[in-house]
């Protein structure tokens, strides 16, 4: 059967909105980007050159594209985390299916917002947990679940988030500040809340967390450094995170985009970012408050036993150790090889993952889970069964745990997940 083509709209054209769309784009046969609302020109300007988008279907703000009577089948909400309640809310009573980018929303009574209305309206809405679809953790996934570790009793799970990539996005970018957008775990680490709860196939029942900015904080600064890097800073020659060889000197476009919210700036659109905007600041003179460090410990049912650290000092990447009754399993997202001891063989066997190794770093593609999880909505969209597709409501459930994983570090309480979801459901 000829393959159904599936018409789209996209609200966001940020990276993820043109990683997204430019994956549809190579999937012709899937996919068809049909219209765009994203206020930045260059932005707005690459969507519609990438995909012939008419001009009438080319907006600012997505209220006048879903205001129109309904024109594809499903809606990309890329937008920042706090901009995505009432663009997903309004497409959800449109009648558009969603990829939603994670975090599904900021906060927990908003995340529910959008899973009721989601179950309300029959709506099939897709949360971009990208992990889900490498090939890494689907093969951790099938050895957990066709038995080979047995009973698992405890997982190490590591994220790096890589010093510069911290310095850039939790520092300087759009996600340095909670009040402007959200807390670092939630926005970082979501990924991670929701990769264990599949692989373990249980629920969280307890969750404890300790963490807090230490390093990127004015008090760390070198002696004498200005506000900003162009204007001369005394350790600049050594400093990792000199803006002007991160940005103006870099050969690297996702860089060079990102801080000037250009497509291909110039050198002069870069300098003048760096002059005039946050990613010109010194990382120890910004208004960042997120963590640059946490970790989280996490019981699962069965007293199955996680835990979870995040940090920026490292050169980034993700690593999981995995003990269970009959062996145990480890790797690192990246390699092309899991490794696993065998307690019956006491033998150590390499496990091969196809498709590994490929970029990990922080302009590379989720270690595949990009392009896997545009073809994973394709399969929803048309009906087609993939085992790493959840619905909605396992989505929001997963992000709980990032949610209660916050209050037990700002209180010091271990927090009862059953209890803390309860409540939040109830809270208006």
């Known amino acids: 059967m000829a393959n159904q083509r599936k018409k789209l709209i996209v609200i966001g054209a940020g990276s993820r909105g043109r990683r997204y769309t430019d994956i549809a784009k190579q999937l012709g046969d899937k996919f068809e980007v049909v219209a765009v609302a994203e206020p ?122 890589g010093n510069v990539h911290q310095s850039h996005s939790f520092v300087r970018g759009n996600w340095g500040n909670s009040e402007e957008s959200s807390f670092m775990l939630l926005q970082k680490s979501c990924h991670d809340m929701d990769i264990l709860q599949w692989l373990l196939g249980k629920k969280c029942t307890k969750v404890q967390s300790f963490g807090s900015l230490t390093y990127f904080k004015p008090e760390n600064a070198p002696a004498g450094a200005p506000e900003r890097c162009m204007d001369g800073c005394p350790a600049g020659d050594t400093c990792p995170y000199n803006a002007v060889k991160l940005y103006l000197e870099s050969d690297s476009a996702w860089f060079r985009n990102a801080a000037t919210q250009k497509i291909g700036p110039t050198d002069e659109e870069v300098e003048a970012a760096l002059r005039n905007t946050q990613y010109g600041k010194c990382v120890f003179h910004c208004n960042n408050n997120v963590v640059d460090h946490q970790v989280v410990n996490l019981e699962f049912e069965d007293q199955t036993t996680v835990t979870f650290s995040m940090c920026a000092f490292n050169k980034g990447g993700r690593d999981i150790r995995i003990m269970g009754t009959k062996g145990e399993l480890w790797g690192k997202h990246g390699e092309p090889n899991l490794h696993f001891y065998d307690f019956e063989t006491k033998e150590t066997r390499e496990i091969s993952t196809e498709n590994v190794a490929v970029d990990h770093s922080i302009v590379g593609g989720h270690g595949g889970g990009d392009a ?51 409540e939040k459901r109830q809270t208006k």
């Not at 879903?66 to 959800?92: F, N, Q, S, Y």
């Not at 906060?107 to 809405?125: F, L």
């Open 40 to 161: 930045i020109d260059a932005r707005r300007e690459y969507i519609k050159t990438e995909h012939s988008i008419p001009d009438e279907l080319c907006f600012t703000t997505w209220e006048p594209l879903l205001a129109l009577p309904k024109l594809a089948d499903a809606a990309l909400i890329c937008t920042m985390d706090r901009d995505h309640l009432e663009p997903a809310l309004t497409a959800i009573r449109a009648g558009y299916d969603l990829l939603l980018e994670k975090p599904v929303c900021p906060t927990p009574e908003e995340c529910y917002a959008i899973e009721n209305e989601a179950k309300k309206y029959g709506t099939r809405a897709l949360v971009c947990h990208v992990l889900r679809y490498t090939p890494f953790f689907r093969a951790i996934k099938e050895l957990i679940d066709n038995g080979t570790l047995g009973r698992v009793i405890n997982v190490q799970h590591r994220e790096d988030v």
């Open 372 to 422: 896997g999880i545009v073809n994973a909505f394709y399969d929803l969209l048309t009906g087609v069964e993939n085992f790493s597709l959840c619905d909605i409501s396992e989505a929001v459930d997963n992000h709980m745990i990032a949610f209660a994983a916050e209050e037990a570090r700002l209180t010091g309480r271990v927090i009862d997940m059953e209890e803390f979801k309860k």
